[in-house]
């Protein structure tokens, strides 16, 4: 296995003496001082930079161009490439007009094919680099040499720079407990119930509804690295009920000492699709959710999307069997990376006046997905 290492090749000079209309610039070029190893794509290499040369990639007159003093006037004449003795050469001649001194001459090699760098010596030192010289000549029609000059070539390693970067997420549940601004469509007061990162405490509720006092949030924020971004779900271990008891399928109500997930409406939402649960949800009473974004787009939906007043849905039900899937209980997506990007997730609740006295409760889950 071979890994090679070629490109372009540009002198820039400017003669001294005039170069005639039959003259011509010979460029030599190190090769390798091995028969048959310097044309044929591979890098080569010797015991010392002065046994050592380019490989010239069997690139063809058409693969150079020069510029300067009537380009028309010039003709990539010859490549001749090196052997064991021999350097590669390249003539290029002079034709109809003469080449004034103090003209500047630009000859490119194109970087396709392109001439192949001498891979290190042997007794190449890391660091350190090997050095070959490149003649340039002017020439008259004798050949006789009118300007020379060597320049010099090191090639030397490229510096690795290496660094690991993590996988990272970075997710962070906050309370809201603002007493103003309007989160949903609905504005909190003095009497908004306060969240915290652990807890929606409604305090007690009334079966007459109250924008201020039915209505709170919190404030989930996310950050990641992965390629193909996150999602984060949410679900409840079950519906609320009285004391905790276990409120057995998706349908249990206030027969059962439970508060049940809101239908939104006479349509009904559910885990997976959300209904419009309106400006007064007494109908409907129960426990739901809607989504705003906060900073970025990643809400799944939005409380206004189609000019709704609050879209909602029901969390997924683990009790019911509604334990969240790829689509059913996503409330936080995005196909990319993202950094700090936040939603506001509403909860509402409602009941009617013959909902049994007691102390209601469930447990709330979020889990947000990386997909690297």
């Known amino acids: 296995m071979i890994a090679t290492q070629s490109g372009s090749l540009t002198i820039t000079f400017t003669t001294t003496n005039e170069i005639p209309s039959n003259g011509d610039i ?3 070029i190190p090769a ?11 890098p080569d290499t010797s015991s010392s930079s002065s046994t050592n040369g380019f490989d010239i990639n069997g690139i063809q007159t058409t693969d150079i161009s020069i510029t300067g003093c009537t380009d028309a006037n010039w003709t990539v004449a010859a490549i001749t490439p090196g052997d064991a003795i021999n350097d590669h050469t390249i003539r290029i001649d002079r034709s109809t007009s003469s080449c004034p001194a103090s003209t500047t001459i630009t000859i490119t090699i194109d970087s396709s094919p392109g001439i192949i760098n001498p891979a290190p010596t042997t007794s190449h030192t890391q660091g350190v680099a090997d050095t070959y010289q490149i003649n340039i000549k002017t020439r008259d029609g004798s050949d006789y040499t009118l300007d020379q000059a060597d320049v010099s070539v090191s090639p030397i390693e490229g510096v690795l720079i290496s660094a690991t970067v993590d996988e990272t997420l970075s997710f962070s549940v906050a309370g809201v407990s603002a007493d103003s601004g309007t989160y949903c469509g609905v504005t909190r007061t003095s009497s908004t119930p306060d969240t915290t990162a652990t807890s929606i405490p409604w305090g007690t509720l009334t079966p007459t509804y109250s924008a201020a006092t039915h209505n709170t949030q919190q404030l989930l924020t996310v950050s990641t690295n992965a390629d193909n971004g996150y999602k984060v779900y949410i679900e409840e271990n079950d519906q609320m009920g009285k004391d905790g008891k276990t409120c057995t ?4 109500g206030e027969t059962d000492s439970c508060i049940p997930d809101t239908t939104c409406n006479a349509v009904g939402c559910t885990h997976t699709s959300y209904q419009d649960w309106g400006s007064d949800p007494s109908s409907y009473p129960g426990l739901g959710y809607s989504l705003q974004n906060a900073t970025g787009t990643d809400a ?3 409380y206004n999307t189609g000019g709704a007043t609050f879209n909602a849905k029901q969390m997924a039900d683990q009790e019911a069997g509604e334990s969240r899937s790829a689509t059913d209980a996503e409330i936080m997506t995005n196909s990319g990376p993202v950094d700090s990007s936040s939603i506001y997730v509403c909860f509402r609740i409602d009941i009617t006046a013959t909902q049994p006295a007691g102390y209601y409760f469930n447990k709330v889950k979020y889990t947000a997905v990386p997909t690297f």
Do not use: H, R, W
Request: glycine content about 14%; proline content about 0%.
């Open 32 to 42: 390798v001082n091995e028969t048959g190893k310097t044309n044929d794509g591979f």
């Open 300 to 302: 799944k939906f939005q």
């Open 249 to 252: 399928g998706s349908t249990a």
């Open 26 to 28: 010979l460029i030599t």
